[in-house]
């Protein structure tokens, strides 16, 4: 047996009727490890990653492709950067000559090295939790060890891979690459250890980690901190927040609220859309921040701005697969599809905006929010993988012709990277939702999820978005009485509904939803039928500029590989930004007009069959998520009848 189908067995192999507690912090409901509770009112909870099992589909082969990368990194090598700077080499690691060191942002002259083994604490434990796989429990074990042998050396309670001195060069205003963004990665791993790995070792350590960052904050001037968060520090103060709620020191939550950025958060108080030029990944952490302490503290003031900024991104600032930025970036919106090049979507900002999604889904079921979920999980974070390799992309080229850029396996590192980790290993995450008496059905997802507290394994099969059907299977111990609520989805005609062979009235509610209340019990099932078809959906500014869609699915051309030339790996990770100067070289007389009849959309293109299609030029048509290696157009020009 390889190692591929090794991890595969044990992952199939795990039972999903397994003892589980709440989600974890994300979005940070009720679970018995926290000591500080939910002050908001939040009126429906995400079940636990080891609840739901996926099924065969293409979410589930990514999975798989994802886990055989991160078995693969070795934990010494993950762990030398930390040892170097703490001068620690144990005899397991072999002395240190013998580890290969990682290179691209991961090299010994990287000021962000160690946050890939930060995302990767925490995509071990999210793996684990997904999987039921032993293997990923003893990479995050064998992580955290090795991390509180450093700590131990370090002896202040300080971690890193870098030395301390790049937190005093941050405290004195000087130019130093976000180390507190990559200590954030550090604090929320160890934390996901402990939540879903159960690794009680390394929630000691993270504690003494809270504890250095206090006493090296605590009596700083405030000239002092205003100068030091000019500087990115990704999520760190929403790991505060979540250290203190799972310890309860006020220490920790002193910290997080010493991060807070006035510049960029008080405009949102204010429901101004103030996002000029910023740094898009920099922000959508500092949100998440203030959603964590809205639901600590019931600070109004945090949820009015969350949720003003989370319609303000998906309204105003979102591309049509569901991502937002370009060169990192926002952009001036008046002028949309001037901004559609080869460096638009970064993966990070997308992972970052469902995880603001969850938080937002949770205090207030809504299908509008999870809309946006399928739209972003599907078009850009199910098709940053590549098939062929499992490696990923850290953009999402909107520029026609251009083609996406995959990382290596031992030289990228990028921050999409540590984030890919992660969100390939949790798909299971918001596919259900549930309050004491509902269960919310918001994907259409190959799925097996066991609702431990009413006794009910729920089984959803189907080919979606290929086919537009979905069937749901119920066992249940005992007869129960529940509410299943399907999402009735923005891109639907009516759906056509089935309980147990005999179709039923429909009728999408206020939040976007179909509820049928009954009395459950075994063999019940439910099928249900969502139309799709054909539509664009064009730039702000530019009408004849538009995407193709199909129901939830972008559709992109496929315009093949002619002069294409990958960039060569970023061995020298200072060098990063070179992305953005690589010619993508489009050839010239690219078919990339698209004749549209909006009366009649499905006498536009050919079907070929499944989701192909194929244009009146004779462009074959796909989904974007199944577009690699070759170039491709999203947004065409666009010839109306």
Known sequence: ????????????AAVVSVGVEAQSVYPGVSNEKFVVGTAAPVEAESFDLRQVRLLPSRFRENLERDSVWMASLEVNRLLHSFRNTAGVFSSREGGYMTVKK?????????????HTTGHLLSAYGLMYAATGCELFKLKGDSLVSGLAEVQQALGSGYLSAFPEGLIDRNLQGKSVWAPWYTLHKLFAGLMDQYLYADNAQALEVVKRMGDWAYNKLHGQSEETRRKMIRNEFGGINEAFYNLYALTGDDHYRWLAEYFYHNDAIDPLKEERDDLGTKHTNTFIPKVIAEARRYELTHDEASRRLTDFFWHTMVEHHTFAPGCSSQKEHFFDTSHFSHYLNGYTGETCCTYN?????????CWHPDARVADYYERALYNHILGQQDPQTGMVCYFLPLLTGAHKVYSTPEQSFWCCVGSGFESHAKYAEAIYYHTDSDLYVNLFIPSVLRWEEKGITLRQTTDFPAEETTRIELTCDDPVRATLRLRY?????????????????????????MAFER??????????????????????????RAALLYGPVVLAGRLGTEGM????????????????????????????QLKWDAKHPAKCLKPLGGLRFQTADGVEVVPLYDVHRERYVVYWEVIRD
């Open 102 to 114: 990682l290179g691209g942002w991961e090299s010994l002259d990287c000021d962000l090295r160690g």
């Open 1 to 12: 047996m390889n190692g591929k189908n090794l991890i595969i067995g044990l992952s199939l």
């Open 519 to 544: 009395t459950w019990k075994s063999g019940d099932c439910i099928e249900a039928t969502f139309p799709m078809s054909l539509h664009l959906e064009a730039t702000p500014d530019d009408p004849q």
């Open 565 to 592: 030339e990958a960039p060569a790996p970023h061995s020298n990770p200072q060098l990063y930004n070179d992305y953005y100067t690589y010619d993508y070289r489009i050839p010239e007389g690219l078919p990339t």
């Open 353 to 361: 905006m469902l995880k603001l999604s969850r938080h937002l889904f």
């Open 489 to 513: 989805p923005s891109w639907s005609g009516k759906p056509v509904v089935k309980v147990n062979g005999r179709r039923v009235s429909v009728r999408r509610s206020n939040d976007g939803y």
